[in-house]
């Protein structure tokens, strides 16, 4: 009874989906968070009888022959990267990126990781770090003195130092882009880092070619669209449902089989 291994295989993928589903509903208010899709291929099939054979001694062919698909698999988890909201804050330090690129921040065994979250603050230092206390690559420091400061569009960092007219510039922030964003890991506490698969950064300054722009006070939201995910909830549910079905018909037919006398 083949169709007991087809229900399961249809069950486990669909729960695979709920799964996904709900870890994006569980960060609808995560800062720069990336909603994930889930996608799924069919299993082996095995040929009972294959297309294109002869069925006899004069060569007839059978025109399509009989094929008995076996279920489903999941192929892959994709990150959406689709711009989202922007939010503005009361914060000078908050940055969303409008626009391609990722924010650079150093890890403690030296590597980078990459994330869209701009939530950033100052630490005993001056330096611009995550609220985890993270280091934003390149590292940027602003003076003791400085008794405001500007982010522009370009990335430039502009700090007003109090008894001076002209504003200092104190660094630059710089931003990367992938070739292919869908392939770097998550790696928790909206960080991201590089993979074979996503490619090797590239590394260049806001509103470049191929760059996004900065908004200083601002946040960008999760691209989490609730009533798309609780759509796709009810989906997946169901098709659960249904092959929770297959299985008991597939019980109800065994015993009837057992129940021959």
Same mark, same amino acid.
């Given at each position: 009874?083949?169709?007991?291994? #087809?229900?399961?295989?249809?069950?486990?993928?669909?729960?695979?989906?709920?799964?996904?589903? +709900?870890?994006? %509903?569980?960060?609808?208010?995560?800062?720069?968070? %990336?909603?994930?899709?889930?996608?799924?291929?069919?299993? =082996?099939?095995?040929?009972?009888?294959?297309?294109?054979?002869? +069925? +006899?001694?004069?060569?007839?062919?059978? $025109?399509?022959?009989?094929?008995?698909?076996?279920?489903?698999?999941?192929?892959?988890?994709?990150?959406?990267?689709?711009?989202?909201?922007?939010?503005? &804050?009361?914060?000078?330090?908050?940055?969303?990126?409008?626009?391609?690129?990722?924010?650079?921040?150093?890890?403690?065994?030296?590597?980078?990781?990459?994330?869209?979250?701009? &939530?950033?603050?100052?630490?005993?230092?001056?330096?611009?770090?995550?609220?985890?206390?993270? %280091?934003?690559?390149?590292?940027?420091?602003? $003076?003791?003195?400085?008794?405001?400061? &500007?982010?522009?569009?370009?990335?430039?960092?502009?700090?007003? #130092?109090?008894?001076?007219?002209?504003?200092?510039?104190?660094?630059?922030?710089?931003?990367?882009?992938?070739?292919?964003?869908?392939?770097?890991?998550?790696?928790?506490?909206?960080?991201?880092?590089?993979?074979?698969? +996503?490619?090797?950064?590239? #590394?260049?300054?806001?509103?470049? =070619?191929?760059?996004?722009? =900065?908004?200083?006070?601002?946040?960008?939201?999760?691209?989490?669209?609730?009533?798309?995910?609780?759509?796709? %909830?009810?989906?997946?549910?169901?098709?659960?449902?249904?092959?929770?079905?297959?299985?008991?018909?597939?019980?109800?037919?065994?015993?009837?089989?057992?129940?021959?006398?």
């Amino acid at each position: 009874m083949r169709a007991l291994n #087809i229900a399961a295989t249809g069950m486990l993928a669909q729960q695979r989906n709920v799964e996904v589903v +709900s870890n994006n %509903l569980a960060n609808m208010n995560t800062t720069g968070f %990336l909603r994930r899709r889930t996608e799924f291929q069919d299993l =082996l099939y095995q040929n009972l009888r294959r297309g294109g054979s002869t +069925s +006899s001694e004069n060569g007839e062919v059978v $025109p399509t022959g009989v094929q008995i698909g076996l279920g489903v698999k999941l192929a892959g988890v994709y990150r959406i990267h689709a711009q989202g909201n922007l939010t503005t &804050t009361d914060n000078p330090f908050d940055l969303a990126i409008q626009g391609k690129g990722f924010f650079q921040v150093g890890m403690p065994d030296g590597t980078t990781a990459y994330t869209r979250d701009g &939530t950033f603050q100052l630490n005993a230092d001056g330096q611009i770090v995550t609220h985890d206390g993270r %280091l934003v690559q390149p590292a940027i420091a602003v $003076p003791v003195d400085a008794v405001d400061v &500007t982010i522009n569009q370009s990335g430039e960092v502009l700090a007003k #130092i109090d008894g001076q007219v002209e504003l200092q510039n104190v660094g630059q922030i710089q931003l990367a882009v992938f070739p292919n964003e869908a392939g770097l890991e998550a790696i928790g506490g909206n960080l991201l880092r590089e993979t074979v698969g +996503s490619g090797a950064p590239v #590394i260049g300054q806001p509103q470049a =070619l191929g760059f996004g722009s =900065l908004q200083q006070g601002f946040l960008e939201t999760s691209n989490v669209n609730a009533v798309e995910e609780i759509t796709n %909830l009810i989906s997946a549910q169901r098709a659960y449902e249904m092959n929770s079905k297959v299985i008991q018909a597939a019980d109800e037919m065994l015993a009837t089989v057992g129940n021959v006398r």
